[in-house]
């Protein structure tokens, strides 16, 4: 399974960002989905998970900013990012569990200024 993520950036405090993962390979049966990030200095950290049956997870630290989907027919999964704050600088990565197996993409950055 090969995971491309895009959409990060720099972002002024307060604006948005949407980032996509998009998984590829063969017989693919992705059960979750989801984002993570790792600031400098700082622990990988769950962002958001969604289920294949739409359960949804979000880090506490989201506060209802930030929105997870994800279109199975493209196995894609988004981030939508609002409302951003400098705390949210962070090397983003996406994370599906296929068969079992757990896959990581290479990361998108994404920095906010204040």
């Known amino acids: 399974v090969q995971l491309q993520a895009s959409g990060g950036g720099l972002v002024q405090a307060g604006g948005s960002l949407r980032l996509s993962c998009v998984a590829s390979?063969?017989?693919?049966?992705?059960?979750?989905m989801g984002w993570y990030r790792q600031a400098p200095g700082k622990q990988r950290e769950r962002v958001a998970m969604v289920s294949s049956n739409g359960y949804i997870d979000y880090g506490d630290f989201v506060k209802g900013r930030f929105t997870i989907s994800r279109d199975d027919g493209e196995n894609t999964v988004y981030l939508q990012m609002d409302s951003l704050i400098p705390e949210d600088t962070a090397v983003y990565y996406c994370?599906?569990?296929?068969?079992?197996?757990?896959?990581w993409g290479q990361g998108t950055l994404v920095t906010v200024s204040s």
């Open positions: 994370n599906v569990l296929n068969r079992l197996r757990s896959y």
């Open positions: 390979g063969s017989s693919l049966s992705i059960s979750h």
